[in-house]
């Protein structure tokens, strides 16, 4: 493995992210969250790929030895990269007395969530690169751009309504929103990778139109948001 290999695979993993972490905080663009601390977040979100990878590779070891298509496994993945990303984002993050808006939990938790599908991109990227199949490089990129970025972005923002919604609530709500939003994202993560690993066109139509309604779901709810919190300010 060249450095060249580990270039391209860096800039093939974090470009895309970059892509749409711009895109999605144009959606709260007039309170822009602080630069360092997003990319505190992104960081975050990178660091806690090599703590899942052994832990994916231990649950697919223990839940079956005959294949990783198996659900129980599915679900273990599911379980152990959302609960990582929510674990990122409340240790580094969500605690700090700046996070005091409702939207800015959606906005740090995709932040997160992109940083986390950057750092897994690159390691999807590098055995093609190295390979020298600039082709399955392309349609690898092309399918996790459009595809398993954003499942990662719409799980965590799952959390992150969750979160937002009980903003004003006791300890309890907010421990049981978390809780909700949790298994949630760990549901729809599952229904994503069932989907995509099970060969067929008819399961990757179904896979890219799970993602694409989830993002019909996610812009309806975020301008919801904004206008329960933002509609007493001055425009």
Wanted: net charge negative; no cysteine; proline share 4%.
């Amino acid at each position: 493995m060249t450095l060249a290999t580990l270039g391209y695979a860096f800039l093939g993993g974090i470009l895309p992210a970059f892509i749409w972490l711009y895109f999605l905080l144009q959606e709260d663009a007039r309170h822009m969250e602080p630069k360092a601390l997003l990319a505190l977040a992104f960081i975050a979100g990178m660091a806690a790929v090599p703590i899942a990878v052994p832990l994916e590779q231990w649950a697919s070891a223990a839940l079956t030895r005959d294949s990783a298509g198996n659900l129980a496994v599915l679900a273990a993945w599911a379980l152990i990269e959302e609960t990582l990303k929510y674990g990122m984002a409340a240790a580094f993050i969500l605690w700090r007395p700046i996070v005091d808006e409702a939207p800015e939990y959606v906005i740090y938790m995709i932040t997160v969530a992109l940083g986390f599908a950057a750092a897994e991109n690159m390691l999807f990227l590098v055995e093609p690169i190295s390979g020298g199949s600039l082709a399955s490089t392309v349609f690898t990129g092309d399918v996790r751009f459009m595809g398993a970025m954003l499942l990662h972005v719409f799980a965590s923002a799952l959390i992150g309504f969750a979160l937002a919604f009980s903003h004003d609530g006791g300890p309890a709500a907010r421990v049981t929103a978390a809780a909700g939003g949790l298994i949630l994202a760990i549901t729809l993560h599952t229904a994503f990778n069932a989907l995509i690993i099970t060969e067929g066109t008819s399961t990757t139509f179904a896979a890219v139109t799970l993602v694409w309604v989830a993002a019909v779901v996610f812009f309806a709810t975020f301008e919801v948001l904004k206008f329960f919190q933002y509609r007493n300010l001055p425009e």
